[in-house]
Every structure is written in C-alpha cells, then in structure tokens.
C-alpha cells in the first residue's frame, strides 16, 4: 500500500521554465513533508520542507505547496536549470517524527 | 561537510554469499536508517534505530537480513544467505528524532547477486 505517490515517474521541461512536481498522500496523520532530490550514484539529499500548517514554503527557486484537503502537495521550480535534473522524491513523516515514507520518484529532465 | 559514509559502494556476489554492508553516521546523529531502492517501490524502509537500539525492523525480511549497531560510529546490514531478487540500491541515512532536520543519506551500496 503506497502511502505517498508521485504518479509521474518522469518529467520534461525546458530551461528557464517552470517544473512542476506532483506528490499525493493517502495518510492523513502525515504532518510534516519533505522533498529530496538524486543524483546518480548519489545518496538523496534534502531540498525543501513544509509542515503541516503551513501551505507554503519557499527557499530561492523552489517553492512547495501543500493543499492539505486535497492531500496534494507540489514542487515548484522557477527557473528550471539544466543542473535541476535529477530524481525528486517526495516523503512524509508523521507523530514520532522518525519513519519518513517516501514516493517512488519522478526523474526530472531541464533540457538545454 | 559532514557526511555518512557507506561502504563498500559496489559488490557484487553470487547468489548465497553472505553480504556485509557498513555505514558510518554522522557524527552525534542518534537515529540510523536503512533503506533499500527499488524501481517499483522506491525507497522502502528496513529497519532504524536510535542510541544502537533496533525500533523498527517490519521491512526487513527477517529469515536472511540482520541490522545492528555495534557502536555508535558503525551499523552493519547483513544478507544471508543472498538472493538475485536482493539486488538493489542499500541506503545508510543518520539524523536527530523529533526534529525538522532532515535526514542525510550516505551514497549507498550497489549490490548484485548472480
């Protein structure tokens, strides 16, 4: 049972133009999101977070928003740089704060 | 930078070796995570720990995987014996419970059993 689910395993966007990433969750005790971005051969490493009650988070040029009814939070990225691609993860933590449960990834191409 | 640090990056193995992996926390993180990546499930949680105590292994299979901490500085994941359906991506990842840092993830362990 896919608790967090990012439906779009890849994405294509043009340099400077905005990518939008897509993450549901089913849990609705998840109180607390967050998105890693991959690179090959690399570990995940964190990029952006937002609780629960909040419905924005910025920092720089990404943005995530979440729509708690809808149980849909997103990520923007503005401008998009050909350095951007990688794959996105999407996870949640919920209670403890401890267990994250993770997307399964969209992989994320800027093209030139 | 602090970093966690996996080893080794790459083994590969014949099905029913054992299988040792190792990972080194970053330095006064309590709590270690191990993670494997599939195409399907993505990241899947195996089982963690906080102060060298096992809290959750339900993702592990139990009859061949074995976690511990042996120290505070090492954790070992152990398949034995190995299976090809075994073959993934092994993540190490160390952090502080009940905070908003985020966990930091090693670089992995790219394992393949023949």
């Known amino acids: 049972d896919q608790q967090v689910k990012q439906n779009s395993p890849s994405l294509s966007v043009q340099e400077g133009r905005i990518s939008i990433l897509n993450c549901d969750y089913t849990?609705?005790?998840?109180?607390?999101f967050l998105w890693y971005k991959k690179y090959p051969a690399e570990g995940p490493t964190f990029l952006i977070s937002?609780?629960?009650i909040k419905d924005k988070n910025e920092d720089g040029r990404f943005t995530v928003f979440l729509n708690k009814s809808a149980k849909h939070l997103s990520l923007h990225i503005v401008p998009s740089q050909p350095g951007d691609s990688a794959v996105y993860f999407c996870?949640?933590?919920w209670g403890s704060g401890d267990k994250l449960t993770f997307g399964t990834g969209t992989r994320l191409a800027v093209r030139p | 930078d602090a970093r966690v640090t996996q080893t080794p990056r790459h083994k590969v193995t014949e099905m029913g070796q054992e299988v040792t992996m190792r990972c080194q926390p970053i330095?006064?993180?309590?709590?270690v995570f191990w993670y494997r990546q599939t195409m399907m499930q993505g990241l899947e949680l195996l089982a963690y720990?906080?102060?060298?105590?096992?809290?959750?292994d339900s993702g592990m299979p139990k009859d061949r995987f074995s976690a511990e901490m042996p120290d505070a500085t090492l954790a070992t994941l152990k398949i034995q014996p190995s299976e090809p359906r075994d073959s993934a991506v092994y993540f190490c990842?160390?952090?502080?419970?009940?905070?908003?840092?985020?966990?930091?993830f090693g670089d992995g362990t790219r394992l393949s059993i023949l």
């Open positions: 990842a160390s952090g502080l419970p009940y905070s908003d840092q985020p966990q930091h």
């Open positions: 330095l006064g993180h309590n709590t």
């Open positions: 720990f906080r102060n060298r105590a096992p809290l959750d």
């Open positions: 849990n609705s005790m998840f109180d607390y």
């Open positions: 937002i609780s629960s």
């Open positions: 996870a949640a933590l």
